[in-house]
């Protein structure tokens, strides 16, 4: 999937500065970032769910549990290993990583 930039909440008068620093940028220019950011984090759970349901569609198919620790706790520790790696609270990212691993399995067991 690629990010759709065909409508933004960004003034489209407004030149980006790509060059600028945080430190240097408008408090709206920095609402404008988030906007963006937060676009994207959508796009990526999206993505991320349609591959969970293509794995659930395997697991039917081939009789597997819905479960399988051994792989969530593969996904939790590359998830604060991925944190620590981005100087992010690794409890905060296992949390969303925990968050979205059960959703999807909710998911999955009502697509049985």
Not at 80 to 88: L, T
């Amino acid at each position: 999937m690629t990010r759709d930039t065909s409508h933004t909440d960004r003034d489209e008068s407004k030149p980006v500065d790509d060059t600028a620093t945080p430190d240097e940028m408008s408090l709206d220019e920095l609402r404008d970032e988030i906007r963006g950011i937060d676009h994207d984090l959508v796009e990526l759970i999206a993505r991320r769910t349609y591959v969970a349901d293509t794995i659930a569609q395997v697991k039917d198919e081939k009789d597997l549990p819905t479960t399988d620790e051994e792989q969530e706790q593969r996904v939790m520790d590359r998830a604060g290993v991925n944190a620590e790696q981005y100087d992010v609270d690794a409890n905060l990212v296992k949390a969303i990583f925990r968050l979205l691993i059960e959703l999807n399995k909710v998911e999955q067991r009502e697509s049985r």
